[in-house]
């Protein structure tokens, strides 16, 4: 594993694929030009609007979007996350899977996960999401890419990270830096984002990269932004803000060895 630079983008998808697809390319660029190597897209990147709208997109958000992945990993030579994305179940199916993707500087993909955990709940600001009525909730755990350059890649999708098994099993398996694309609401957001993935980056002594999306992005819904990237000691190494824009740091071998040279938890479990 070597030294490099990564990015979590922050965007405010709307309901139009062309659309975000540019605003994302424009930010990919950017992450580009300040020299990231690993660059994660949010949850929602390709789409964010009504339900009835993203379902009867769905096949072709899907395509164009696997597409648009696998051109932006060529052409700019980079490691890419898609958040999280519509993949319909099956043919006939009328459901599903909140799909994130990784692919490497040759197009090809290296990792596929479904969302597990989906976002069935009742906002206090009065807002109700009731995602499972549209998406159907992955079964698997998820895997971990090993790059012999960019240490252990393991996925997770936005609402997985109230669910620390998950990140313990990564850990478990050797993960180094761990991805959470989100499309956080901006009311839980304000006072459990932060503090959710520095959770996960401390207990797991793993880096966290997580894209976001921010701001209005159609009707009521309102994201919470920060897109950031957290070392395995807990430190904010860089926060995108609320504005659409990167959020870029340095994934560092050395850092992970001392943090957990320094901090031996992972050593020290005994039920997991
Ligand atoms: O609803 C939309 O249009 C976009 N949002 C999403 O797609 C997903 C599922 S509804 N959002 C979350 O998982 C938010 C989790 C969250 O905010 C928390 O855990 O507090």
Redo the contacts with the bound molecule.
């Keep these: 594993m070597k030294s490099y630079l990564a990015a979590a983008i922050q965007m405010t998808s709307v309901s139009n694929l062309q659309k975000n697809l540019t605003q994302a390319e424009e930010l990919i660029d950017l992450a580009v030009r300040q020299g990231a190597e690993l660059i994660g897209l949010p949850?929602?990147f390709a789409f964010?609007g009504e339900e009835n709208e993203k379902m009867a997109q769905a096949g072709a958000i899907a395509q164009e979007t696997e597409k648009f992945l696998k051109t932006m990993a060529q052409r700019f030579q980079i490691t890419i996350l898609g958040g999280g994305f519509p993949v319909p179940v099956d043919d006939t199916s009328t459901r599903v899977y909140n799909t994130a993707l990784l692919l490497e500087p040759n197009g090809q993909e290296v990792a596929r996960y479904q969302k597990v955990h989906l976002?069935d709940v009742n906002v206090p600001d009065g807002n109700t999401?009731r995602?499972s009525t549209t998406v159907m909730a992955g079964k698997e755990l998820p895997a971990v890419h090993f790059s012999q350059e960019l240490g252990n890649i393991a996925l997770s999708v936005?609402?997985d990270v109230?669910f620390p098994e998950l990140y313990r099993y990564m850990a478990h398996k050797g993960a180094d830096v761990i991805f959470v694309p989100a499309?956080?609401?901006a009311f839980?957001?304000k006072d459990?984002w932060q503090v959710l993935l520095q959770a996960r980056a401390i207990e797991n002594t793993s880096y966290v990269i997580a894209p976001a999306q921010t701001g209005i992005?159609y009707a009521r819904?309102q994201t919470h932004g920060h897109a950031m990237i957290i070392d395995p000691w807990g430190v904010i190494l860089a926060d995108a803000g609320e504005q659409p824009g990167v959020a870029i740091a340095e994934i560092n071998p050395a850092r992970l060895e001392q943090v957990r040279r320094q901090m031996p938890s992972l050593q020290h479990r005994v039920f997991v």
């Design positions: 949850e929602n964010m976002f999401y995602e936005c609402y109230r499309a956080f609401t839980t957001g459990h992005n819904r």
